[in-house]
């Protein structure tokens, strides 16, 4: 196997010219150079130089290799500049999008603990629909997204874009306080198709999970009002305008209602870090491993 040392002595030889010039840039005697080209010539089984009495020359075999180990070194200088960052992973910015409710708990989970290890990165932060940020990440504008899928409204990420997945959470049924669908077990929403319905608007469709789910259960919702901040839908729910189906996230620490699973089919959503593959961005490896570890700090305390 040829050694990187011996072929920046060779380029440093092509480069300047001389084994003199080549000693300068490289801080070595002569003599070293020397030791090291015919060193090189006997891993290579093939001549490299010509020597005359007061000057050298490259062998054209000698001229091709410089050629290539300027390549070889240019893959090994950009491996090392990339280790390095990965290790120091302390600067920079880091650009995040994510949807409402994964704001609640999951993200401020993630980013204390990130921000607290990596204070000098630069948190630039941006709220919307996945399907209204997924551009933004595709061009670049965005280091990492927080998505979610619905099992009842399942979707492909577009090409050059990878999806880690973080958690799957499942749907809850919300309902003023004292509803006596609160005291069934084993309730589906077909027993409260007369209600009116607080729901969300379609990821980028005019029917939300609910309705789709509706469908399934043999009846359609009636739908009171539409809001994808679920702060408003639990306001709604509080005051006894309507139930409403809301995804763990959205639904944990409520207060002023009553929240209890309920039974159908495919109610639960997954959640994901969408990232390009290609992002050099050294601080992005660090944070999904830390948004993973906020996804386990969720799971121990609400079981």
């Given at each position: 196997?040829?050694?990187?040392h011996?072929l920046?002595?060779?380029?440093?030889?092509?480069?300047?010219?001389?084994?003199?010039g080549?000693?300068?840039?490289l801080?070595?005697?002569?003599?070293?150079v020397?030791?090291?080209l015919?060193?090189?010539?006997e891993?290579a089984?093939?001549?490299?130089?010509?020597?005359?009495?007061?000057?050298?020359?490259?062998?054209?075999?000698?001229r091709?290799?410089?050629?290539?180990?300027?390549?070889?070194?240019?893959?090994i200088?950009?491996?090392?500049?990339?280790?390095?960052a990965q290790?120091r992973?302390?600067?920079g910015?880091l650009r995040i999008?994510?949807?409402?409710s994964?704001?609640?708990?999951?993200?401020?989970l993630a980013?204390?603990?990130?921000a607290?290890?990596h204070?000098a990165?630069?948190?630039?932060?941006?709220?919307?629909?996945p399907?209204?940020?997924m551009?933004?990440?595709?061009?670049?504008v965005?280091d990492?997204?927080?998505?979610?899928e619905?099992?009842?409204?399942?979707?492909?990420?577009?090409?050059?874009?990878?999806?880690?997945?973080l958690l799957e959470?499942?749907?809850?049924?919300?309902?003023?306080?004292?509803?006596?669908?609160g005291?069934?077990?084993?309730v589906?929403l077909?027993?409260?198709?007369?209600?009116?319905?607080i729901?969300?608007y379609?990821?980028?469709t005019?029917?939300?999970?609910l309705?789709?789910?509706?469908?399934l259960?043999?009846?359609?919702p009636?739908?009171?009002?539409r809001?994808d901040?679920?702060?408003v839908t639990l306001?709604?729910?509080r005051?006894?305008?309507g139930?409403?189906?809301?995804?763990?996230?959205?639904?944990?620490?409520?207060?002023?209602?009553q929240?209890?699973?309920?039974e159908?089919?495919?109610?639960h959503?997954?959640?994901?870090?969408?990232?390009?593959p290609?992002?050099?961005?050294?601080?992005?490896?660090?944070?999904?491993?830390?948004?993973?570890?906020?996804?386990?700090r969720?799971?121990?305390?609400?079981?």
């Amino acid at each position: 196997m040829l050694s990187s040392h011996r072929l920046r002595v060779l380029r440093e030889v092509f480069r300047t010219g001389s084994i003199a010039g080549a000693a300068r840039t490289l801080r070595l005697s002569p003599s070293a150079v020397s030791h090291q080209l015919s060193r090189l010539e006997e891993e290579a089984g093939v001549g490299l130089v010509e020597r005359g009495a007061q000057s050298l020359r490259l062998t054209a075999a000698g001229r091709r290799l410089a050629t290539k180990a300027q390549e070889v070194l240019d893959l090994i200088e950009a491996a090392e500049r990339d280790l390095l960052a990965q290790a120091r992973a302390d600067a920079g910015q880091l650009r995040i999008g994510f949807f409402a409710s994964s704001g609640y708990r999951l993200l401020p989970l993630a980013l204390s603990a990130f921000a607290a290890r990596h204070p000098a990165v630069d948190l630039d932060l941006v709220e919307g629909q996945p399907h209204e940020l997924m551009p933004d990440l595709e061009r670049g504008v965005l280091d990492v997204l927080v998505v979610f899928e619905h099992a009842l409204d399942p979707w492909q990420p577009p090409e050059g874009v990878e999806i880690t997945p973080l958690l799957e959470e499942p749907q809850f049924l919300v309902l003023p306080l004292g509803h006596p669908a609160g005291r069934t077990a084993g309730v589906r929403l077909a027993d409260l198709a007369d209600e009116p319905w607080i729901t969300t608007y379609g990821t980028d469709t005019p029917v939300s999970v609910l309705e789709r789910a509706g469908v399934l259960e043999g009846f359609s919702p009636r739908i009171r009002c539409r809001s994808d901040h679920y702060e408003v839908t639990l306001g709604l729910v509080r005051a006894g305008f309507g139930v409403a189906l809301v995804p763990s996230l959205g639904a944990h620490g409520a207060t002023g209602v009553q929240v209890c699973r309920v039974e159908g089919p495919r109610l639960h959503r997954r959640i994901g870090a969408a990232v390009r593959p290609t992002n050099p961005n050294p601080a992005l490896r660090s944070f999904l491993d830390y948004l993973l570890d906020a996804v386990g700090r969720l799971r121990s305390t609400t079981g």
